[in-house]
Each structure stands twice: as C-alpha cells, then as structure tokens.
C-alpha cells in the first residue's frame, strides 16, 4: 500500500486573512469581497493543487487551487488564490485516511 496523499487546509478566517494579504500584495489571484461573504464561517477550504511561481511583478509565491466551503451548499466552490511561501508552509495537512474519516464533517451543509 502506498503512502497517503496529503493536502493543506485552511477554515476560513485564515482564507479570509491570506486573501486580504494577496489583494495588498497586488498577487495576481485573489478573491471578491462578495464571494467571501459567501463562506461558511464554520467550513474547512482544502487545497486540491498548489503551484510555486513568480507572479507577473516579480513577487515569488504559491498559486493555491482550492475548494472552498460555501453557505448552505454541499457543493465546493473552486477558487485560485495566491499566497505567500510563508503562509503556505505554516497551513495544516490533512492525509486521505484522515479526510476520510472526517468526510461528513468537511462535507456537511450548514
């Protein structure tokens, strides 16, 4: 059997405070007040891709695709974000054994 996949996650105030962080930044990714208030304050935002890159002005990063919790839906919402190496390396992991056990809770509507 093969070692687990594990990917990095974030609940929201921390999406919330790498956004802002990535919109003062100028990064090239980021996401719309509006679709912030569309979050489940409560969810867990699972980051199924990350990429290390050099946005267009220079500033070295990590383009993070992520599935984002939403309001009373079950259905994530797919978003990219940039983010710094820094926040990066200091989000929480999560293996497929771990997700799996805790499926109901990453996948329930509020």
Same mark, same amino acid.
């Given at each position: 059997?093969?070692?687990?996949?594990?990917?990095?996650?974030?609940?929201?105030?921390?999406?919330?405070?790498?956004?802002?962080?990535?919109?003062?930044?100028?990064?090239?990714?980021?996401?719309?007040?509006?679709?912030?208030?569309?979050? !489940?304050?409560?969810?867990?935002?699972?980051?199924?891709?990350?990429? *290390?890159?050099?946005?267009?002005?220079?500033?070295?990063?990590?383009?993070?695709?992520?599935?984002? %919790?939403?309001?009373? +839906? %079950?259905?994530?919402?797919?978003?990219?974000? !940039?983010?710094?190496?820094?926040?990066?390396?200091?989000?929480?992991?999560? +293996?497929? !054994?771990?997700?799996?056990? *805790?499926?109901?809770?990453?996948?329930?509507?509020?």
């Amino acid at each position: 059997m093969g070692e687990s996949r594990r990917f990095s996650v974030m609940d929201t105030p921390t999406l919330i405070r790498v956004n802002q962080h990535a919109v003062e930044l100028n990064q090239n990714r980021s996401v719309t007040e509006e679709f912030i208030n569309k979050l !489940d304050w409560n969810g867990t935002h699972v980051i199924a891709f990350s990429l *290390d890159h050099v946005n267009y002005e220079g500033t070295p990063g990590v383009r993070c695709q992520i599935y984002c %919790k939403m309001k009373n +839906s %079950k259905l994530p919402q797919m978003v990219y974000i !940039d983010i710094t190496h820094e926040e990066y390396m200091a989000l929480p992991t999560v +293996s497929m !054994d771990e997700a799996d056990s *805790d499926i109901e809770v990453l996948g329930s509507a509020s």
